[in-house]
């Protein structure tokens, strides 16, 4: 990135997430903001309600060494939000102004954004579990109308901010980087096993997600089940590591489907490279993705991989040469491309192997010269 160091090049950015726990995006924001230094210069604003159950953000952040502003609100509609964002935009004075999240997208909307510097709006997709969801995705794709770009983490997203309004020259695609896998010492990969009670030489099959509906943690059960029956005598673990409203259902089914003490769920992790180290095999079986950083780090430490071919998946994963793609919300899919990996070792290690190659494609380099591109066009415009 020959250049980007130069005084002159400085970019400063205020970036805004509505997060208290290290999210998928805050993940990617903390990642790019310590790569970007010193052509980037990112500050972050987040909110921070009394409720708030996970706080690991903000240590992160300080870890990380980036500078925050904490926007305090009582709840939903709180009007001090707005007046606080104002001061703290007067404050930082940034070159650009960015927002990650429906309501930073509506906060900016509504303040009428067209006085102050370029507004940036990443789009991470749209949910649709119920009512609510359905009422933020119509009040994202208004704002999101208004940002001077729209950067869309997946070509399946950026069709969707077209169908809503957003013109395509406002659009730029950027996935999410990954960094090459640094395998874990083997003591804690041993420690991680027998936390688990997961008995040496017993294959395991992962999962990373939050605990929700559109990730699709229900259909993966379904398929294990279907995998016990086609080879009732095999031995095998599954591990899903993530956090959640829909534990107490997969509990249930779990306990439904006879997988109690095969499916293991230890809750969220800050630590998820031991698990890929444990694993012989990654299960992506979301309903709904973007550019999925599990993907991504699955890849770089070459595990096999049977996935869905929700959203941008199949942008970074190919069918028969990097992973085992199957349609989303098919159970009998997913078990077979589980059964056919586990009965051809050969096909495990070639898919493997084509994942780790294809991962190193995308780079923190990469990603940083291409937010930067975008940054200084953005610039140019205005």
Known sequence: MEGLGQPEAKIRVLALIEASSVTGPAKNLIGFARRARPAVE?????????SAADESLLPALAEAGIPVRVIDEAGMGDPRVILQLRRVLRSERPDIIQTHNTKSHFLLRTMGWTFGPPWIAFHHGFTNRGAKDRAYNRVARWALQGAERVVAVCDAFA??????????NRISLRHNFVLPFQPPPEAEVEALRARLEIPAGVPVIL??????????????????????QAEPAAAFRVVIAGEGPERDRLER?????????????????????PFYAVANLLALPSHSEGSPNVLLEAMSAGLPIVATNAGGIVEIAADGVTAAIVPARDPRAFADALLRIWRDPA???RLAAAAKSEAARFTPEAYVEAMIAIYRSVLEEK
């Open 347 to 349: 096909l495990a290690c």
């Open 159 to 168: 069709a969707d901010l077209r169908a809503s309004g957003v013109p395509a």
């Open 207 to 228: 999962a990373v997600g939050r605990l929700s509906r559109e990730k699709g943690h229900a259909d993966l059960l379904d398929a294990l089940a279907l995998v016990r």
């Open 42 to 50: 990112i500050t972050v604003v987040t909110f921070r309600r009394p």
């Open 253 to 273: 089914q779990r306990t439904a489907l006879g997988l109690d003490g095969i499916v293991l769920l230890p809750g969220q992790q800050a630590n998820v490279r």
